[in-house]
């Protein structure tokens, strides 16, 4: 393989996340080994820390456009302790862990090496998962497979789910690093490892480990990046509104949400379908009673246009009905609740709903402002990220 084939056509994943429309998804932890002082192996053009790391990053980022939930046991220059480490897989018993981390020999081979160990849990699920991610590295980066299986590094001792190792390469060996060294590559392994893992995802020996709906633990929800939606679509008359209303709007400092209203008129729409604008989240579930009744908020990643990764809450209120529960995974377009007419039906029926910037405000809204800080105008935020605008 030359550097020139660097620039090769490589499709990435998809970022719709539709094709897990119907399966749960286990959270994906992403462990870039060494940090801060432990530079891990020095290399020829760079400390085997950073490429970890963007690596690292770079899977996360794909895995999140792809549907999935994926956290990092660092998301920077520094050294995390095999505690710290060990609980992102403890509070979430179904996840999958890959450690990702470069080799140093001088004298060594060039390319990719995927270890397990037979001593770990689900040794049969880690099995297959390092010969679906084995496979798509080499099909998409074009280097050997220098080893394939083996015992796995000591940060995976005492892991109870299914974990694998990928050695990316040999820092020492030039033409091995050289490769590494360049944006191109690096991305094209991170491709690879996602693609080896969708394909995992949608074998059926994943049914062993997990179960039939993935609900994230209550303790982990608010902090885990939620799945990246391509595109939303409104929260009634799905996908783009048809058939309701704006009655009241967005204004800034005012009012930070909007009161959406079917088209037929008083209490007719009671009990219409309320559905979620975007794959992602449930982080908020209850009937909050006061002049909230039943509330519904759920979280979702989004691409700005400079690239970056963000995320925005919706909240749906004055439900009839609450459909969802905190910690679950859902899909654009699925039902979450029902049009009502808030606590003991003291309003006519509509629905409530906010698009916000600031993840902290949850329903502690009289303790931030009202303004374009800290909200989004919904119909603005959901009309430029519509499927068939951006297509």
Aim: hydrophobic share 35%.
């Amino acid at each position: 393989m030359i550097l020139a084939s660097l620039i090769l056509d490589s499709t990435l994943v998809s970022g719709s996340g539709e094709h897990f429309k119907t399966s749960p998804r286990p959270l994906i932890i992403i462990d870039p080994a060494h940090g801060g002082k432990d530079i891990g192996v020095e290399g020829l053009f760079g400390h085997e820390k950073f490429y970890n790391l963007d690596v690292a990053k770079k899977v996360q980022r794909e895995l999140l456009r792809a549907g999935f939930q994926c956290e990092l046991t660092r998301s920077e220059d520094r050294k995390i302790s095999d505690e710290e480490r060990g609980r992102k897989w403890r509070n979430c018993p179904y996840s999958i862990l890959i450690l990702i981390r470069h080799r140093g020999q001088a004298d060594g081979e060039s390319g990719c090496r995927i270890r397990i160990s037979e001593e770990l849990a689900f040794a049969d699920e880690a099995g297959l998962l390092a010969e679906l991610l084995a496979e798509s590295l080499v099909k998409e980066t074009g280097a050997a497979l220098f080893e394939k299986g083996g015992k796995n590094s000591e940060n995976s001792r005492d892991v109870s789910v299914p974990s694998v190792e990928v050695d990316c390469g040999n820092l020492e060996h030039p033409e091995n690093a050289a490769w590494i060294h360049t944006e191109a590559y690096r991305k094209l392994l991170a491709v690879g490892m996602v693609k080896g893992i969708v394909s995992f995802w949608e074998n059926g020996k994943k049914e062993k480990w997990l179960q039939s709906k993935f609900i994230a633990p209550a303790d982990s929800v608010l902090h885990i990046p939620p799945p990246i939606s391509e595109y939303f679509d409104f929260p009634v008359g799905i996908p783009d509104g048809k058939g309701y209303v704006v009655v009241r709007g967005f204004t800034p400092d005012v009012h930070p949400g909007e009161r959406w209203n079917g088209i037929r008129g008083g209490n007719t729409d009671e009990g219409d379908p309320v559905c979620c604008i975007g794959g992602g989240v449930v982080v908020f579930a209850n009937d909050e009673g006061k002049g909230w009744g039943n509330v519904v908020i759920t979280r979702h990643g989004y691409i700005d246009r400079n690239g970056s990764i963000k995320s925005v809450d919706a909240l749906y209120a004055h439900l009839g009905r609450i459909d969802v529960v905190e910690g679950e995974f859902i899909q654009r377009s699925q039902q979450i609740g029902t049009i009502g007419r808030g606590p003991k039906q003291m309003y006519s029926a509509h629905l409530y709903f906010e698009i916000r910037k600031n993840l902290k405000i949850l329903m502690n809204r009289s303790g931030f402002e009202k303004g374009y800080d800290n909200y989004f105008s919904p119909r603005k935020f959901i009309t430029e990220r519509r499927e068939t605008v951006t297509k």
